[in-house]
């Protein structure tokens, strides 16, 4: 089983700085079936980008998705206060269920 | 618009059963799985399984086949969760969500979570 690997744990930053946040798998993921998710405390989690690459519907183009093969970057640009939550990166596809641990983005 | 909607928050006894649901609205139901993914407090996300609302394919995680159980009813839109002989870490917030056409576990919509507590 692939396992998903964040970093950091925390960021602190402030609003209007950039955020990157990094999801590291131990072996490549195939077709780049690579997504991230927000959660904001007491909330759902929200899909953000999967593909690596692709925002999903109504995200804001601040969030970036990068990356290929075992390393994938989330970059979230000119952080807003809404940012602030823990982002989950996740391998998806068949037979393939792994959220990373998360990254918690705090002010 | 596309909404989960999950029944409310449960307090069990330790061995006993919970059975969660997850009522769908604004999309064809039976044209998507869904998913059961549960949160421990302060820990992250933990896949359970998921359930095609189509036919009666399933799969479940090896942590949990022996207690759980994913239904769906297509006459209510209505997905359902039933974990048994419940154990006091079995306490988190269980989400269902909606599988994106097309792949088996990417996550489009959620559900609000339910809380079940497991407490003597």
């Known amino acids: 089983e692939i396992v998903l690997t964040q970093s950091p744990d925390t960021l602190s930053l402030s609003p209007g700085e950039r955020a990157t946040l990094s999801c590291r798998a131990s072996?490549?993921?195939?077709?780049?079936?690579l997504a991230w998710y927000q959660q904001i405390p007491g909330q759902a989690p929200r899909l953000l980008i999967y593909?690596?690459?692709t925002r999903a519907t109504g995200i804001p183009d601040r969030f970036t998705g990068s990356g290929s093969g075992r390393d994938f970057t989330l970059t979230i640009n000119r952080l807003e206060p809404e940012d602030f939550a823990v982002y989950y990166c996740?391998?998806?596809?068949?037979?393939?269920?792994?959220f990373g641990q998360g990254t918690k983005l705090e002010i | 618009q596309v909404q989960l909607v999950q029944s409310g928050a449960e307090v069990k006894k330790p061995g006993a059963s919970v059975k969660v649901s997850c009522k769908a609205s604004?999309?064809?139901?039976?044209?998507?799985?869904i998913s059961w993914v549960r949160q421990v407090p302060g820990q992250g996300l933990e896949w359970m399984g998921w359930?095609?609302?189509?036919?009666?394919?399933?799969k479940y995680s090896e942590k949990f086949q022996d207690r759980v159980t994913m239904t769906t009813d297509t006459s209510t839109a209505t997905a359902f969760m039933e974990l048994r002989s419940l154990r006091s870490d079995d306490t988190a917030v269980y989400f269902c969500?909606?599988?994106?056409?097309?792949?088996?576990?990417?996550?489009?919509?959620w559900g609000q979570g339910t809380l079940v507590t497991v407490s003597s």
């Open positions: 072996e490549s993921v195939r077709n780049n079936f």
């Open positions: 359930a095609s609302v189509y036919n009666d394919n399933r």
């Open positions: 593909g690596a690459s």
């Open positions: 604004g999309y064809s139901f039976d044209s998507y799985g």
């Open positions: 969500a909606r599988i994106a056409r097309g792949t088996h576990s990417l996550y489009d919509h």
């Open positions: 996740q391998r998806y596809g068949t037979s393939a269920y792994t």
